[in-house]
């Protein structure tokens, strides 16, 4: 072999080294990591994003399927995405209460699905607001008293200031 084949040789193994290499990095790049889990209530929250960990930035199509307790089945329902965030997907109440075994599936080309065993719990409204007393501390009286006080003593001053001239006026005269 001459230096010249010697070198091509290297090229060539060279980038069949690298083509394969790069082939399961481009196999992940078309994979989703999809995280399932309950929403507390009847519902579930998925969070996608790409196996490599970027953030999803297209819109994809999750759809759902549930089995629950008694053999109940839910699905299969398409996700729409949520203003949460992006990637974030709900479904809403669609399941009644107890253990369910949730699958959601991505198809391609962002191939993917995940499985998940979900605890539903009946929706709970919120406890209604304790009523609030409304009371003034001792200390605020005289600061809620309103504006009576301030009238009887401008009264007590123009009363005093008109018997000051009075006197000051007989004097003069007498």
């Known amino acids: 072999m001459t230096g010249i084949h010697k070198v091509l040789a290297a090229v060539f193994a060279g980038l069949v080294l690298t083509l394969f290499a790069a082939a399961p990095a481009a196999a992940k790049a078309d994979e989703l990591k999809l995280t399932v889990a309950g929403d507390g209530a009847e519902g579930v929250t998925i969070q996608a994003i790409h ?5 999803l930035e297209q819109v994809v ?3 759902l399927t549930a089995t629950g307790p008694d053999g109940q089945r839910v699905g299969p329902l398409q996700l729409e995405p949520q203003p949460e965030g992006q990637g974030f997907y709900s479904s809403g109440p ?3 209460a107890g253990t369910w075994k949730v699958t959601v599936n ?3 080309p962002l191939r993917s699905e ?3 065993t979900v605890q539903a719990r009946a929706a709970q409204s919120p406890p209604a ?5 409304v009371t003034r501390p001792d200390g605020d009286r005289a600061a809620g008293a309103g504006w009576w006080p301030f009238a ?3 009264l007590v001053l123009a009363a005093t200031a008109m018997g000051v001239a009075l006197l000051s006026g ?3 005269t007498g």
């Open 61 to 63: 199509r999750l759809v």
């Open 152 to 154: 009887a003593a401008g």
């Open 51 to 55: 196996a490599d960990g970027r953030r």
């Open 129 to 133: 607001p304790a009523p609030v007393a």
């Open 114 to 116: 995940a499985t998940a």
């Open 106 to 108: 991505a198809p391609a």
């Open 94 to 96: 669609v399941l009644s």
């Open 170 to 172: 007989r004097r003069r």
